[in-house]
């Protein structure tokens, strides 16, 4: 069965620093990867989206690679701020099912000053 | 532009009862997805409607059902609650179809069955 995991051990790091989150999928083809961000009690938030034949992408501190022979995307939040603490979620889309996106079970990351 | 609104925010019902949740998409968007957010299985998609037709479905039983109105606004009602349907309750839309589009979550609606 398909299958998405993301490290669910808390990833704590010091301010400035560059954060490096992963998410790994088995029994799947995406076509499309999104990362999202999570506060909690509110809903996601959408940061970015890479698709199947991109290796990487960014936006201002942050960047996303995509290798589908891995089977693995990074997420990476350069200089790291305590506003960044969240919980971040990888989601796979395939080619022709909508938006009907499957969801890694997150990561939470927490800045410290 | 006013975000996804979902209503009620907080719930609270008995087994063996029905809930119905709506959600309003952003103006223009036509896709509407619900979602359903547990601590033990994260966020699980349960069905999409574009255009007023189901597009989309998970792996829930038939006692997660849903709609949407022709002015893209989505309801989605759980019939005879069980004690495992308490959760968080996550409606997005996106303006087309396509897991291209990125997702406008709401805030959800937390429902908690007792």
Redesign the interface.
């Known amino acids: 069965s398909q299958k998405i995991e993301q490290n669910s051990e808390a990833l704590n790091i010091q301010e400035g620093k560059t954060a490096t989150l992963t998410c790994n999928y088995t029994n799947y083809s ?3 990867l ?1 990362w ?1 961000r999570q506060d909690p ?6 940061l970015l ?1 890479i ?1 199947e034949n991109e290796k990487e992408k960014r936006k201002e501190r942050l960047k996303v690679t995509f290798d589908t022979t891995l089977k693995q995307s990074l997420f990476h939040i350069t200089a790291s701020q305590p506003a960044d603490s969240a919980t971040y ?1 990888c ?5 022709n ?10 990561t939470r990351l927490m800045v410290k000053p | 532009k006013a975000g ?1 609104t979902q209503t009620p925010r907080y719930l609270i019902k008995t087994r063996g009862q029905q809930v119905t949740l709506s959600c309003s998409p952003i103006s223009g968007h036509r ?1 509407v ?1 619900w ?1 359903q957010q547990t601590p033990g299985q ?4 349960l069905f ?1 409607y ?1 255009s007023e037709t189901q ?2 479905k ?1 792996n829930f039983p038939g006692r997660f059902s849903g709609r949407q109105f022709s002015n893209s606004r989505s309801e989605m009602n759980v019939s005879t609650l069980e004690l495992g349907d308490s959760a968080l309750y ?1 409606c ?1 839309s ?1 303006l087309a ?12 609606t937390r429902l908690t069955v007792t």
């Open positions: 995406p076509a499309y999104q999202y009690g509110r809903g996601p938030v959408f989206l698709r979620l989601a796979l889309g395939p080619e099912a909508g938006n009907m996106l499957t969801f890694g079970g997150g | 996804v896709s997805s979602y994260g966020l699980q998609f999409e574009f597009r989309n998970g996550l997005a996106s179809g396509g897991a291209w589009n990125e997702q406008y979550f709401g805030p959800g």
